[in-house]
């Protein structure tokens, strides 16, 4: 079976070919099947955003489609920055300017807790979709640390690893990650579905 990824990430492509791959599913991009989807992230769930993306890209292909939304959710910011991670602050920042702000909001405070979310969606033709949500609860260090990583990852620390996501490595990170655990639940998720439907 061929999936489209709902995504013009070729990180996310390869990480969704290494394990969807187990299950005999081509993971193939937008590109490969010549089509350019722009959605907007209109939603207010992290579910909500991903069925979105994974919907439209189904229906512009008429190809299962598998979209994915993530951010970072701190207690003392409301559970913000969440949806709005990715264009946190607006415009025009860089990774650095959008963690110093959630630094920023946390000025004086004790409640540092924080979680990362992922969720994945993926829509089928025939109006079925599948659904995976992965967490990763932290806390939000004082001050960056690390130099892997992307996003909010130098801020994002794990009291059992003693390390932020920058100062870990890409397998280190896989295997605790909100994304590498929506990952894993999707896969079972998918197996499941597809054993039900003999495909
Ligand atoms: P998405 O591509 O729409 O899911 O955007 C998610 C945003 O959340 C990214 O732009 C990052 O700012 C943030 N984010 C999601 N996952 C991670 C992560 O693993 N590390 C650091 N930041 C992340």
Redesign the pocket.
Request: aromatic share 24%; net charge negative.
């Given at each position: 079976m061929k999936m489209v990824l709902a995504s013009k990430n070729t990180h996310k492509l390869m990480e969704m070919k290494a394990i969807l791959g187990q299950l005999g599913v081509e993971v193939v991009l937008e590109s490969d099947v010549g089509v350019d989807v722009d959605v907007e992230e209109t939603g207010e769930t992290f579910e909500e955003n991903a069925a979105l993306k994974a919907r439209a890209v189904m229906e512009a292909t008429g190809l299962p489609a598998i979209a994915?939304?993530?951010?970072?959710c701190v207690a003392a910011l409301g559970g913000g920055p969440g949806v709005y991670?990715?264009r946190y602050g607006g415009e025009g920042l860089t990774d650095a300017d959008?963690y110093q702000l959630v630094l920023d909001g946390l000025r004086g405070e004790l409640d540092r807790s924080a979680k990362?979310v992922s969720c994945i969606c993926c829509a089928f033709p025939g109006g079925d979709t599948i659904t995976a949500r992965g967490e990763c609860p932290g806390v939000i260090t004082y001050a960056p640390r690390g130099e892997d990583?992307?996003?909010?990852?130098p801020v994002f620390f794990l009291p059992e690893y003693k390390k932020t996501?920058a100062q870990m490595t890409a397998e280190e990170k896989n295997a605790v990650?909100h994304?590498g655990r929506a990952l894993a639940k999707f896969k079972t998720e998918l197996e499941n579905y597809l054993h039900g439907t003999d495909q």
């Open positions: 994915d939304d993530s951010g970072l991670s990715a959008r990362f990583g992307f996003g909010y990852d996501f990650s994304r």
